[in-house]
């Protein structure tokens, strides 16, 4: 497939296209997968304790545990991977087993006409943030960024109630941080999107870079320095990247320097710029990390410092 027939792909989709897993009950059973690096053995069987507490079964393929190098496998295999997990019909939901480095590497893998016909959960953050966003551009999937196997193991009670809550309860969702800053105020909607800020400006001129039109993006990192987070807002702005979107929301920037310093290079790469910025929000690498769906309706309010989803995240 040609460069411009991928773009066109990844135009914004209309709502009508827009696809809604079905939510788990207990007693389904959760894939696990490990599109990206590999994972700490103990952690991970740690973390399936976690989800297994939620009341749901675990399945993962055997070969989740090979590497290579630094990634979890070859690409053809991880690929593969996340292919079966989404046709198979005994697996309800899939989460990711760590991010680390990978998931870019297969999106020329992936069989989205599959996903299309069998759409399921799928949760992950970190470098998951390149399927979470792909998967949404090219299918119109919903998914949910949220905490990995990995990192459940030691997750906080908050973390791991937040996911539980999403996959099994359906009640109005709202974030309302503690201590959340207005870096620019208003008031705005659209559709919620984007995830780690190093792996979304990685995905900058390829054919798979999503579009951010309309949407809320919501934006974390971790262990980089003031300037390279200053270095890659710039790049993604010189290529269009914020030019229509309704709004942005902060979570953790954890090991990235002192937050105010953060919010002051927001402020003054979109000092120009009219919709509203609000950070302070426990999502991304630090604990807690609240589980949000990526790809349905929301608002944010930052004289509230409300951010509220408008719709559930299944069908």
Known sequence: MHYHQLKKI????????IIKPSRLVSGDTIGIIAP???FDKQKFHDGLVVIEEMGFSVFFPDNIFEQKGYLAGSDINRANTLNSMFADPDIKGIICARGGYGALRILSLIDYNNIVSN??????CSDITVLLNTLYAKCGLVTLHGPM???????SDKTRQSLQNILLDDQTFFLQPKNNVVIH???????????NLTTLSHMVGTPFEPDFSGQILLLEDIG???YR????LMQMKLAGCFERISGIVLGTFKGCGEPDLVYRIFDEMFSKESFPILAGFDVGHDEPNMTIPFGINA???TASGMLRLNESPFC
């Not at 987070?229 to 890659?232: A, L, N, T, V, Y």
């Open 10 to 17: 990844l135009m914004p989709l209309d709502s009508e296209f």
């Open 36 to 38: 990206s690096s590999p």
């Open 119 to 124: 759409p399921k959960i799928l949760i992950g």
């Open 149 to 155: 196997i990995e990192s459940l193991s030691n997750a």
């Open 185 to 195: 105020p208003g008031k705005a909607s659209g559709i919620m999107a984007g995830g």
């Open 224 to 226: 980089e320095a003031p």
């Open 229 to 232: 987070i200053d270095r890659m």
């Open 299 to 301: 608002s944010i309010d």
